[in-house]
């Protein structure tokens, strides 16, 4: 009798385990219907079953909740880069709504849904159009070299490549597996592309590299105040020196992180200008004016913080923001006051390396064009050191390869 009933509680607990028991947590995330990305834990399962189900933890939550295909947009794993998207198809001529498994993201995206009796990989076009190839399990035990089964497998997704007599070629050559049909997805992109927008591979390569480095260039102008005080008195105060140009060029690096968050990357940018300004004097206590000041220095920052851009469904625009640390050095000081007399401040950097400490903040807008993208950045950078102070907005028109 005990035996019975030790056998039983085993059973019991055992289809407990298997109804809620996470088998093979991953780190990943999902992006809801707003475009909203929450991280945290997602149950890998079989392939049909990541089809229809996606088990989700959040990072700040202690339970697993389940998430349909109607529920989200999609979800992804962040350590092979598994990509999972909802979409409405047709299977045998019934209407399903199911996550696929997107393989490749370009001109055609490469979709792939599998069952117990066959292998599904959709091709969806510019239009939107999906076509659908349905590979029997059947035509691997013995078809592959049947010429009228290839034929009638791929005769639905021939329009997909319709741009390209090439990869049309290709498709009758090639076997019909999941890698051979994504380099031919690749290969259809890179020549049909006209905007040189890069393919995305979403399952990554063991040998790809975990940060991706990009090169920025660009020229602007700084727009701000420059502020002087003595110290001492408040006789050279030029709080009111408004109106600083500074005519800049910069040059840095974008590194990003694809496994982590296609979307974040940690920017370092070195830029530099040459300041000239001038102030008319003025009274000073009603007593004595205040001298006229000419001041001309070089201006060198040295800045590092993340960005983060937003993703916009099928546009090349991105959207985004950023902030920061920056060093900033006054290099090549030079003034003249008038009538003379010295201002203090800038003394004491005339002669000497002073590393002026301070933070940026700002947004950007970035445009796909070509194998790179044109970039726009409004940033507002703070630098105050002792009694020199230069405060103000930055504009400037880069491109990022």
Sequence with gaps: ????????????????????????????????????????????????????????????????????????????????????????????????????????????????????????????????EMYIADIPNDYFRGLEQDPEAKRRILRPIVKAFRKSPATLQKLWEIPIRKQELCELTKAYHNEVCSTGEQCIQYEYDKDEQAVNLTWMFSAGAFFGTLGLDSGADNYHTVDDMTGAVVPMLSVGLDLAFPRLDPSLSLQAVLSGGYLHMNRKGKMYYDVAPKPDVKVDMALLDVALGPAYRFELRGKRWKPGIKAGVMGSSLLGIDYTTSDGSPITSLDGYKDSYHLIVGFYAGAMLEYQLGKGSLTLDVTYKNREVNFIRLNGVEVILGYRF
């Design 1 to 128: 009798m005990k035996q019975r009933l030790l056998t039983s509680i085993i059973c019991l607990l055992s289809v407990w385990c298997a109804m809620h028991g996470q088998v093979n947590p991953k780190p990943g995330y999902i992006v809801g219907q707003l475009n909203d990305t929450i991280y945290g834990t997602i149950d890998f399962r079989t392939t049909a079953r990541n089809a229809h189900v996606c088990v989700f933890k959040a990072a700040a939550d202690s339970v697993f909740k389940e998430y349909t295909p109607q529920d989200i947009y999609a979800y992804r794993f962040t350590d092979d880069g598994k990509y999972y998207v909802s979409r409405q198809v047709n299977i045998s001529g019934m209407p399903e709504r199911l996550f696929l498994e997107c393989l490749i993201g370009g001109i055609v995206n490469l979709y792939y849904y599998a069952t117990d009796y066959s292998s599904y990989y959709f091709l969806e076009d510019e239009e939107g």
